[in-house]
């Protein structure tokens, strides 16, 4: 499994963007990179995810780099809603289970 | 998407007694997930659970202490089997693949005393 490395904590203000950084050097060839947040109290739920070129949704961005051994979730606009932990997550082969690091905890201040 | 609701929400249990987790999926599907996530950490899976299969279980984790049932394409059971303490958790299911987002319910919170 291609092991992540994310910042532990981030702080953003509200209506402010936030990048939000994963280094995934060891991630093979046909590993997606997906990414999850999970609030406070709920389930994670997804956000994105992409396997060589940026990608957007109407949650987010996602950048990838081009040698692919980092990404870049990026929130446009950060809601007090967005105060989560983000899991940046290489996923691939035929099993689809997710293996969760510690995250990132992103606070949003008013 | 999937609408996932899982029974009990929450439960208090006493050591040595076991407890039944209930998954249910508003569309079927076919590959479910459990994991657990202990106090302030992140998420263990647990097993993943196909229809019409034995349960594949991680690392770590065994079938005599975590029984998981699969009857249908919509719905699957989690059994937490003589449970100590340390067993107290957020028990969590999820469905979807690799390609593809995954869905996760809302969770069931044990506590064991």
């Known amino acids: 499994d291609a092991k992540t490395t994310q910042p532990n904590s981030m702080e953003s203000n509200e209506e402010e963007p936030v990048h939000l950084p994963c280094n995934h050097s060891?991630?093979?060839?046909?590993?997606?990179i997906h990414w999850y947040r999970q609030l406070p109290s709920q389930g994670p739920e997804y956000v994105i995810h992409g396997l060589t070129s940026n990608v957007n949704n109407r949650m987010a961005s996602l950048a990838i780099a081009e040698d692919r051994k980092s990404s870049t979730l990026i929130l446009h606009r950060a809601t007090l809603r967005d105060a989560a932990v983000y899991y940046c997550?290489?996923?691939?082969?035929?099993?689809?289970?997710?293996?969760f690091g510690k995250g990132t905890k992103l606070s949003v201040k008013p | 998407s999937a609408v996932i609701s899982q029974k009990p929400s929450r439960d208090i249990c006493q050591r040595g007694t076991s407890l039944t987790i209930q998954c249910q999926v508003d569309?079927?599907?076919?590959?479910m997930f459990w994991y657990r996530q202990q106090p302030g950490q992140s998420l263990t899976l647990i097993a993943t659970a196909n229809q019409g299969s034995e349960a594949t279980y991680e690392s770590g984790f065994v079938i005599d202490k975590f029984p998981i049932s699969r009857p249908n394409l919509t719905f699957s059971t989690l059994t937490v089997s003589n449970m100590s303490p340390e067993d107290s958790s957020i028990y969590l299911c999820s469905v979807g693949d690799w390609l593809r987002e995954q869905y996760f319910g809302p969770g069931t919170r044990l506590t064991v005393t």
């Open positions: 060891t991630i093979s060839g046909t590993d997606y």
């Open positions: 569309s079927q599907v076919t590959m």
């Open positions: 997550i290489p996923l691939g082969g035929s099993q689809g289970n997710l293996i």
